[in-house]
């Protein structure tokens, strides 16, 4: 496998999506080949699976469901996305990938993490991110943020109570000082300005993907 896997990782609102354009944007300024998706969804099948995970009316889902589907659309998106453009030597940018689960279903619903990372070893044949930006941020600032630009109601995760977000988010440092070497972590209260000039660096010391 020759092109190179980056993840964008945080609590919700934390600027993800932001990031992840901007840096899209800049590759392609330089005439890098990248391909940009997103988690849960991302194919066909995984958009399905996305719209049964967010969907607030499916409030009886058992948290075992939910830590299947995730995976599930997952297998499908490194199946038919990630995979194939890693082969062809292309950069992909995703927007969360399995440490979203390891934070949202391990540390948040409380199961061992190395159930949930056993499940996704079995889901993505072992395709890791090599560079990971974990944009952290407070919980209440970062709903804050998505709400204020949806306007629309919360998804089935979202509505989830305060305690549980705090979890997350606590989960995500946590995996990050596990793996200092693949994880950039950032102070996401900053502005989007400052939040891309902290990744363009690290983009450039780490691979070399120049430019101004
Ligand atoms: N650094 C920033 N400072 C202030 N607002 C920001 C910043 N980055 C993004 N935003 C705004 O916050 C909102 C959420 O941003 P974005 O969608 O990029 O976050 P996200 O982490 O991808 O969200 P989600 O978890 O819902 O996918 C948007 O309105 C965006 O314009
Ligand atoms: C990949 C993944 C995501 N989640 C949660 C995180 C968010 O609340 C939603 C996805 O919505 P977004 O606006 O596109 O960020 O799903 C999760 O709980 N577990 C996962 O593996």
């Known amino acids: 496998m020759s092109g190179l896997f980056i993840t964008f990782e945080g609590p919700d609102g934390a600027g993800k999506t932001t990031q992840l354009n901007r840096v899209a944007e800049w590759l392609e300024q330089q005439g890098f080949a990248f391909v940009r998706t997103r988690e849960p969804g991302g194919t066909k099948i995984s958009d399905s699976i996305r719209t049964l995970l967010l969907n607030p009316e499916n409030s009886e889902m058992a948290n075992e469901t939910e830590v ?4 599930a659309s997952r297998a499908q998106l490194v ?16 927007d969360r990938y399995v440490d979203a689960s390891l934070a949202y279903q391990g540390y948040g619903l409380a199961y061992p993490v190395q159930q949930i990372a056993a499940i996704n070893r079995f889901a993505t044949t072992g395709v890791q991110p090599d560079r990971t930006y ?3 941020i407070p919980v209440e600032i970062g709903l804050r943020r998505v709400f204020q630009k949806r306007g629309s109601a919360p998804d089935r995760i979202e509505r989830k109570d305060i305690t549980y977000h705090k979890s997350v988010r606590k989960g995500f440092l946590t995996l990050a000082k596990k ?3 693949r994880f950039c972590l950032i102070d996401a ?22 430019g101004n």
């Open 68 to 71: 299947l589907l995730y995976a």
């Open 79 to 94: 199946s038919e996305v990630i995979l194939p453009a890693l082969e062809d030597g292309k950069i992909v940018l995703c």
């Open 134 to 136: 974990l944009l952290d």
């Open 179 to 181: 793996e200092p070497e």
């Open 189 to 210: 209260r900053q502005g989007e300005d400052a939040v891309f000039s902290v990744i363009q660096s690290d983009l450039k010391r780490h691979f070399s993907l120049g």
